[in-house]
């Protein structure tokens, strides 16, 4: 991690390309201890990129852990909620964390790189206690944890160009190939890569993890590259824009230690064929009872912007429903679009719910699914669903 930069208070972390962003002229802001990009030419005009061309996105504040060892696959299987033992190398699977009373530790992507070695990429401001967490349930199994965040970089391609403005600089790695959650080894402008077709954004695209002291050289290859089809840098503002349209939770806003997957929409992550994990115990009683919130998609009818923290309620009664975990204007819709969670018995699609934007109770749709299209590729070049995820 470099010195501190312009502007930037003196106790956050920076990835190897922050000064590439500043030098940029990107503003910048404080992201879970990090100094990050919030935008560069306005979070609009970047999320539009992505969903008509293509963006980069510097993600190199994500926590990067380890766990290898002989015994790192049953270990991490009590962990998360999916079938280890069943995922191939090179495969990434989405997957939870959970408390014994089924909350939600952290949600991550596990890479199985090889038969004993498993990479978890977690969110940044969970890495400190998913490290703790891991530490302390590998006690007794033949593995270790390595926190290898600030030596890896981790750079997004995303959108409908992102294989075309990629496949130049690749070498010897068909992307056309490459299935939606797999990864494999290549050189990327001539820089050794671990190339994963995953993303956050909705969109097809690519996550490409290298050495911290090579980002910088990858970056400005890719953004070289990238003018032929309209790419640009992207911010953080867009990333959230861009998959909260796609309805991906974000940790800390719609899920968190005291939502379980089963409320959060997230059943699809979790494999109860599955002997034991975590939580099992918990989420099965809560499946045999029934969740008595849900976590719903909204768009407004009317003009206006749900934000967090705005109240849902019963457009006839006024009573309260439940919250706002997550709201925008969407740039794609031109509508304000949110999720929140209420209770069970409101949560069906189509029903009509109050958002208190500033004291008014504004008409807002439950809705089904995602904001938007889903554009990420199976390796038969079918669309999947987010919750097809899985190979």
């Excluded at 030098?23 to 935008?39: D, K, L, N, S």
């Excluded at 944890?145 to 750079?155: F, M, P, Q």
């Excluded at 797999?182 to 097809?204: K, L, M, N």
């Excluded at 509508?335 to 109050?354: D, N, Q, S, T």
Aim: with cysteine; charged share 25%.
């Amino acid at each position: 991690m470099s010195a501190t930069g312009p502007g930037q208070p003196s106790h956050l972390a920076r990835t190897p390309l922050s000064h590439v962003h500043e030098r940029a002229g990107a503003r910048m802001f404080e992201f879970a201890g990090w100094w990050m990009p919030v935008q560069y030419t306005g979070i609009v005009e970047e999320h539009r990129a992505v969903r008509e061309r293509a963006g980069l996105f510097d993600l190199s504040h994500m926590g990067h852990l380890v766990v290898e060892g002989p015994d790192a696959a049953p270990a991490l299987d009590a962990l998360v909620t999916f079938d280890v033992g069943a995922q191939a190398v090179g495969q990434a699977r989405y997957t939870v964390m959970c408390l014994p009373g089924g909350g939600i530790v952290d949600d991550l992507v596990v890479y199985r790189e090889g038969p004993e070695r498993f990479r978890l990429v977690v969110n940044a401001a969970c890495r400190e206690k998913d490290r703790a967490w891991v530490e302390q349930h590998l006690a007794g199994w033949q593995a270790t944890l390595s926190d290898l965040t600030g030596d890896v970089a981790l750079i997004a391609v995303q959108g409908p160009r992102a294989q075309e403005l990629l496949m130049p600089l690749t070498r010897g790695l068909d992307l056309d190939a490459l299935g939606f959650f797999r990864f494999a080894e290549a050189e990327v402008a001539g820089i050794r890569a671990t190339v994963s077709r995953t993303g956050y954004t909705g969109e097809d695209g690519f996550e490409l993890f290298v050495q911290a002291t090579d980002a910088e050289r990858l970056w400005d290859a890719l953004m070289e590259r990238g003018a032929s089809v309209g790419a640009v840098p992207v911010g953080l503002g867009a990333r959230d824009t861009l998959r909260l349209e796609a309805r991906y939770p974000l940790y800390g806003h719609d899920i968190d230690e005291t939502t379980t997957p089963l409320e959060a929409g997230l059943a699809w992550v979790v494999d109860f064929d599955k002997k034991d994990f975590i939580g099992r115990h918990a989420l099965v009683q809560q499946r045999e009872a029934g969740p008595l919130r849900r976590l719903v998609g909204f768009v407004l009818e009317e003009r206006g912007v749900p934000r967090e923290g705005y109240a849902l309620l019963d457009p006839e009664s006024g009573r309260k429903l439940g919250t706002v975990t997550s709201g925008t204007l969407s740039p794609t819709l031109q509508r304000g679009i949110g999720m929140g969670y209420v209770a069970a018995g409101a949560a069906e699609p189509g029903r009509l719910l109050g958002v208190d934007v500033r004291g008014r109770s504004l008409p807002a749709r439950i809705v089904k699914g995602s904001f938007v299209p889903i554009r990420t590729r199976s390796r038969t070049g079918t669309r999947k669903r987010p919750d097809q995820a899985t190979g």
